[in-house]
T-cell receptor
């Protein structure tokens, strides 16, 4: 079955530091890959996505590249802000006929950015 | 606002009681999903609908859980005879058929005491 593995958290950084959150996946077929962000007490917001190998998703300074050869989709940001403090989830979606577009999520990585 | 709406936002119930949650998806979205998220974990898929048809149910969805989407618009998730292990955030999401991007509501946090 499908699975997503994220680097263990929590991650604590100072403002303007470089961020990397690792994500690797196992899937049959050719999944789409996503990063979602969850702020305290809230639902999930889509941060970025990539639908095929070598695609780069980007949004709000965050980037991730779909690497089929290493089955990875690592999230990066060059300079984090306090407002980036949240939980980040890597996810994949398999558009197989019997699975709809349901998402398989990683465990989440808590990011705290200090001023 | 045309996002996914969930009600109530919070629910506290006594063990053994029944609870029902509602989800209103984005109006043109024909797929609707329910997920459960326990503390410190990622969301886990429970079930999904395409229009009014329930097409898939996870093994996580025990006999005490039932979901409906009677007219292909809003959906309800009912939990009967709640147990403490049912305490979680219940998330609803919607999407268009064959489009990978799903939009999530803010969730209903259930606490069973």
């Amino acid at each position: 079955g499908n699975s997503v593995t994220q680097m263990e958290g929590p991650v604590t950084l100072s403002e303007e530091a470089f961020l990397t959150i690792n994500c690797t996946y196992t899937a049959t077929g050719y999944p789409s890959l996503f990063w979602y962000v969850q702020y305290p007490g809230e639902g999930l917001q889509l941060l970025l996505k990539a639908t095929k190998a070598d695609d780069k998703g980007s949004n709000k300074g965050f980037e991730a590249t779909y690497r089929k050869e290493t089955t990875s989709f690592h999230l990066e940001k060059g300079s984090v802000q306090v407002s980036d403090s949240a939980v980040y989830f890597c996810a994949l979606s398999d558009l197989g006929e019997t699975s709809g577009s349901r998402l398989t999520f990683g465990e989440g990585t808590q990011l705290t950015v200090n001023p | 606002d045309t996002g996914v709406s969930q009600n109530p936002r919070h629910k506290i119930t006594k063990r053994g009681q029944n609870v029902t949650f509602r989800c209103d998806p984005i109006s043109e979205h024909n797929r609707l999903y329910w997920y459960r998220q326990t503390l410190g974990q990622g969301p886990e898929f429970l079930t999904y609908f395409q229009n009014e048809a329930q097409l898939e149910k996870s093994r996580l969805l025990s006999d005490r859980f039932s979901a409906e989407r009677p007219k292909g618009s809003f959906s309800t998730l009912e939990i009967q005879r709640t147990e403490q292990g049912d305490s979680a955030m219940y998330l609803c999401a919607s999407s268009l058929v064959r489009i990978t991007e799903a939009f999530f509501g803010q969730g209903t946090r259930l606490t069973v005491v």
